[in-house]
């Protein structure tokens, strides 16, 4: 199970990226994915996540409770960390620990909201299931861009790089029109279309909803 969500994602994040790369092309953004990126490949080949082989960390901690605060507490750890540091500037490993730790930190508090003092008689199984979900969404949330992504493709401005860009929208829409579709019916969320390709919208949105 747990390598095919790991299959499952590698390839998710594939199209992430040409979302990403073509509505989130600012310098903040795209330091962000370069830290994504990175994680995820300490996470899929290393077994790694900030230099904590995973592998270990089972031998540590046995219970769902122990598992969640153990990320939670070394992620918030990492964060007081990474802000001491940037009081003396910023570097690419810096962004990369904040990225990580960030992340790592608003799961796992959204986890133990979620579970509320239920937490001790979850199973490893359950959060298994649950954090799936929470992946599957936010892929299928990053995913609904595909659309206007392949548009853009086909219309850049740039005469030199079209029949390049054409190419790859083409060669996108093949691969992505199965997602497309199965992502038609789905209920987005009351945002703009410029909107859409941040989480951060879709969360606030999810949370404050307009009467």
């Not at 918030?76 to 910023?90: A, D, L, Q, R």
């Not at 299931?129 to 299928?140: G, R």
């Not at 038609?184 to 279309?193: C, F, G, I, V």
């Amino acid at each position: 199970m747990v390598n095919r969500l790991q299959r499952s994602v590698s390839e998710g994040l594939t199209y992430v990226k040409h979302v990403e790369e073509t509505l989130n092309a600012s310098e903040e953004y795209v330091s962000s994915q370069k830290a994504a990126r990175a994680l995820w490949l300490e996470v899929d080949v290393y077994h790694k996540w900030l230099e904590n082989k995973l592998q270990n960390l089972a031998h540590q901690v046995n219970t769902t409770k122990e598992i969640v605060q153990w990320f939670s507490d070394t992620a918030k750890n990492m964060i007081t960390e990474v802000e001491s540091k940037n009081k003396k500037g910023s570097d690419d490993s810096s962004v990369y620990m904040s990225v990580s730790a960030n992340s790592m930190y608003r799961i796992t508090q959204t986890l133990i909201v979620s579970y509320d003092a239920n937490i001790d008689q979850v199973s490893q199984e359950d959060l298994f299931v649950k954090l799936s979900s929470m992946i599957s969404h936010i892929l299928a949330a990053c995913l609904t861009n595909l659309p206007r992504v392949i548009a853009m493709k086909c219309h850049t401005s740039v005469i030199e790089k079209r029949e390049e860009s054409v190419h790859v929208a083409a060669k996108l829409l093949g691969e992505t029109m199965q997602i497309i579709n199965s992502l038609q019916d789905r209920e987005l969320p009351s945002l703009n279309p410029d909107e859409l390709p941040f989480i951060d919208k879709w969360r606030d949105c999810y949370l404050h909803p307009s009467p």
